[in-house]
């Protein structure tokens, strides 16, 4: 695979972009990244992303041809099977399909955090902060002694919660959320996965601007929170 060029497709802010980038900076592979405006895609764009989403995984193969991988987990699965470097998938196959299950809960709670951040209303802003301070809950539970989500080895599901906790980064510098006050295990796998080169170069330097500018064109209700 070392003549293997690869190019992925992002978006600023978006956090299944962030997973890909933590796994490909993990396993030392080299690549590029181009960067979409999803509220006005391009034809090209659209053209090779079934979905209409990023990221997407651009694989030219030795013979010049493009091979295209849609899905967040599709091309961190990918690239475990096929580039060097540090593991990111525990090699015990019970073991890897649990981890495959919080990987799944992570998109879950990415799900609750949309409607957080997009909430209008302190009816809702509140019913979805509940939401995520009971799936963190659950994951306080799960963790050990750490520093990372399987102990002291990297792993998917790290670079799955890094881009979730990322966003509270912004978020604590508007209005307090409370979601990691009653969870010490949390907070130090947060503050872990905040000190990771990969974690800290899968965004740009403006990543906090471009999320508050989001959260204002949403007129998002954390923003007039005071607590």
């Known amino acids: 695979m070392s003549n293997v060029k690869l190019t ?3 978006h600023h802010l978006c956090p299944y972009v962030q997973r890909a980038a933590i796994a490909l900076t993990e396993k030392g592979v080299p690549f590029t990244r181009r960067y979409v405006h ?4 391009p034809d090209w764009f659209l053209a090779i992303s079934p979905l209409g989403k990023v990221p997407l995984l651009i694989v030219k193969q030795d013979g010049g041809t493009d ?11 990918y690239l475990e ?7 990111l998938h525990p090699t015990d196959p019970l073991t ?5 299950g919080w990987i799944e809960f992570g998109s879950s709670i990415l799900s609750d955090l949309w409607g957080f951040e997009t909430a209008k ?3 809702n802003y509140e019913a979805k902060r509940n939401a995520l301070i009971d ?11 750490g520093p990372f989500f399987a102990g002291s080895a990297f792993s998917l599901v790290d670079a799955v919660f890094a881009p979730i906790f990322r966003y509270f980064d912004v978020f604590d510098t508007i209005a307090p959320t409370g979601a990691f006050d009653a969870l010490p295990r949390v907070t130090a796998w947060r503050k872990a996965l905040a000190a990771r080169q990969s974690v800290r170069e899968a965004v740009t330097h403006d990543y906090a601007d471009r999320l508050k500018t989001f959260l204002k064109n949403h007129d998002a209700w954390l923003l007039k929170a005071t607590a």
């Open 96 to 100: 890897r399909a649990r981890h495959r």
């Open 81 to 87: 099977e096929t580039q060097p470097g540090a593991r």
């Open 8 to 10: 992925l497709i992002s």
């Open 38 to 41: 999803l509220a006005a895609k």
């Open 135 to 145: 799936k963190f809950g659950r994951v306080e539970a799960e963790l050990g002694d």
């Open 67 to 77: 091979i295209v991988l849609f899905e967040s987990a599709v091309i961190c699965e």
């Open 121 to 123: 209303d302190s009816e």
